[in-house]
């Protein structure tokens, strides 16, 4: 344990210049002063080489070289440090009362007077402690409020509850505007409060311990969340990479096979193809003694030989070389083809429930895949006219007179996205009037029946009207039993084939979903009935 050693501060006071040494030296005699200080004092007596001590009057001779005290000099700089934190300890902060006398820089109030209605710090606060005329004076505890602490009639300090009244009074306020009311003591009215804030603060502790448990519970379900999620994602990877070794395995027993069996038919073909050789060669020997013996002269030699060189054996081989080997690939490249067919609809079939599972459902999670949607002017209908950044667009019931452009409707009153949308994609229209709201694929046709979103199969539309709504796709209608409101949402999972629309409300309210298979990107759509309009809302 650091033992404490309690120095008096004169130590560290120059007797010559009465204020903190500086630089201080210490003569034999002990006493310490600034070196300036002794050195002027010194100058100043005349005689150089008899030198007192201004302390003690001890006499040096010859004049001592003064040397630094370093030790006393670093305890004269931790004093000031000390003074320092002090005087920071005496001025008022933000949360403090400040002493209303002080100039610049105040200090703390020690005292409020409910009299003057001024705080003051020590030292202004004795005229009040020290001089008769204030002895009438109430001081009290440093207060901001002292306007509060007096009533406002009588200048008196409020020392009285009125119970019927429900305010804080003063005794003089008691006997006159309060007069027969319930009154009781400032103290006893707040030793009756208290018990009703202890009994509060017990019911806001109780909540409070509720809700720290009901905490733990939701962070232990974030928890088991999380894991679940990684267990499922860590599930689902070691499932699927079986699969594609499953699937590498099977190719590569599906190509052994197949190169067996070319290594079998090939090694038939190669028999075939030497015996075909074989006999090409003889009937070549066998038509070079047949053209020998056309070319002799002797009848005779020639009828002799005629029977035995003119012998053919019998042909086996005509019937067997039109086999077409390569037939049973064809038919394993189609079973293969078939079986990545099936596949493919596996994983579509599987993809589609998942993201059903995993759909978003509240309106905070759908807004997590909100899309940005513009319209693309170019595609406008020449009735149609775009506004507020391309996102909101008008019938105006009459031609707008806009450019010619091949992307433009021409018979329908439509108009489609800039953006191509694929992944997950959400957005939400706020609609007046008959709106149709859409995706389509951007090659759909731009004229006659076959342009109306819903009348063809590279779009699928819900038809909002005051009555209700109607889901359309290659001409096929489906009533929708729900009235939409005003604003109109939709969800697209375009690898998953998803495609739902939602009213919008205080709640989302789903309208019509559709299971099927997306092959281009897709474009978000308009449809417009006479003077309706529809925006394309910022969801960021």
Not at 273 to 289: F, P
Not at 497 to 504: A, D, E, I, P
Request: with cysteine; proline share 4%.
């Amino acid at each position: 344990m650091e033992a404490r050693v309690d120095l008096k501060r004169d130590s560290f006071f120059c007797s010559i210049c009465l204020d903190l040494l500086k630089d201080p030296v210490t003569l034999n005699c002990g006493h310490s002063f600034c070196q300036v200080c002794v050195d002027g004092y010194w100058d100043s007596e005349g005689e150089r080489n008899i030198c007192q001590c201004p302390q003690c009057r001890r006499t040096f001779t010859p004049r001592p070289l003064l040397q630094k005290n370093v030790m006393l000099a670093e305890l004269v700089e931790e004093l000031k440090k000390t003074r320092l934190q002090a005087a920071d300890l005496c001025y008022a902060g933000p949360e403090d009362v400040a002493c209303d006398s002080c100039t610049g820089r105040k200090l703390k109030a020690l005292k409020s007077c409910l009299l003057c209605l001024t705080s003051y710090c020590e030292q202004h606060l004795q005229p009040h402690l020290e001089a008769p005329a204030f002895r009438r004076h109430k001081l009290v505890q440093p207060s901001k409020q002292l306007q509060e602490i007096l009533c406002p009639q009588h200048d008196e300090e409020k020392k009285m509850f009125c119970r019927t009244d429900q305010q804080v009074i003063c005794h003089l306020c008691a006997v006159d505007q309060h007069k027969d009311h319930h009154i009781v003591s400032a103290a006893a009215e707040r030793r009756e409060r208290e018990k009703e804030v202890d009994q509060s603060r017990g019911r806001i502790q109780q909540r409070i311990q509720e809700r720290q448990e009901g905490l733990k519970l939701l962070q232990q379900e974030q928890k088991t969340i999380r894991d679940s999620a990684d267990k499922a994602v860590k599930d689902s990877q070691v499932i699927l990479q079986q699969m594609i070794q499953d699937l590498q395995r099977r190719m590569s027993d599906v190509e052994q096979q197949i190169r067996s069996r070319q290594e079998t038919e090939a090694t038939g073909v190669r028999g075939l193809q030497e015996q075909l050789e074989q006999e090409i060669a003889e009937l070549k020997k066998k038509d070079a003694e047949l053209q020998q013996l056309s070319l002799t002269d002797s009848h005779l030699v020639f009828l002799q030989n005629w029977s035995s060189v003119s012998e053919v054996s019998e042909d086996t081989l005509s019937s067997r070389t039109h086999v077409r080997p390569h037939c049973c690939f064809e038919e394993v490249s189609a079973a293969v083809s078939a079986s990545r067919e099936r596949l493919q609809d596996l994983l579509r079939d599987t993809c589609t429930n998942i993201s059903l599972m995993l759909k978003p459902q509240t309106r905070a999670e759908f807004l997590r895949f909100s899309q940005d949607i513009t319209l693309d002017p170019n595609t406008a209908h020449s009735w149609l006219l775009l506004s507020e950044g391309n996102r909101k667009v008008r019938d105006m019931g009459k031609d707008q007179s806009p450019p010619p452009h091949p992307d433009r409707f021409i018979d329908n009153a439509e108009v489609l996205s800039k953006e191509p949308l694929t992944g997950r994609c959400y957005w939400e229209v706020e609609k007046i009037g008959i709106v149709i709201v859409a995706v389509s694929y951007k090659n759909i046709s731009r004229s006659w029946e076959e342009s109306e979103f819903g009348c063809n199969d590279k779009s699928w539309s819900l038809w909002c009207h005051d009555s209700g709504c109607l889901f359309t796709h290659n001409s096929i209608r489906t009533q929708v039993s729900t009235a939409p409101s005003s604003r109109v949402g939709v969800y697209l999972d375009h690898s998953a084939g998803l495609l739902s629309f939602y009213s919008v409300s205080e709640t989302m309210t789903l309208l019509h979903r559709v299971h099927t298979t997306f092959t281009q990107p897709l474009h978000a759509g308009v449809g417009l009935g006479n003077k309706s309009s529809c925006e394309f809302l910022k969801l960021n």
